[in-house]
């Protein structure tokens, strides 16, 4: 599937989801670490990828915790895929600015 083809950065932001929710807010009102709702996210997306996309053809280089998100090496076969995973809402690449 695409192995040929240049990874480049993505953005993915997933749909609403109460569990992050929950956590978020527990997070907020104890005013300090957020371990729980790390660990969540991180297993949430590396299941994503795991379920969508073949083994060793990708690479997620962070989790963003504030949206429910995360930033992967991917192809663009690859992000018209997870385009349609459940759960995923937006799949964007990354924009250089000048």
Known sequence: MG???ERELYFVFM???PEY?????KRT??????NELDLY???KHDELLAT?????SY???LSLVIVDGFAVQITDDQANVLRSAKGVRVVE???EIA
């Open 41 to 43: 996210l991180s297993r």
């Open 93 to 95: 690449k990354n924009q």
């Open 21 to 25: 929710d929950r956590l978020r807010s």
């Open 52 to 56: 969508t996309l073949e083994p060793g």
């Open 59 to 61: 690479k997620k280089t």
């Open 29 to 34: 009102k104890r005013g300090g670490h957020g």
């Open 15 to 17: 749909n609403y989801d």
């Open 3 to 5: 192995s040929e083809e």
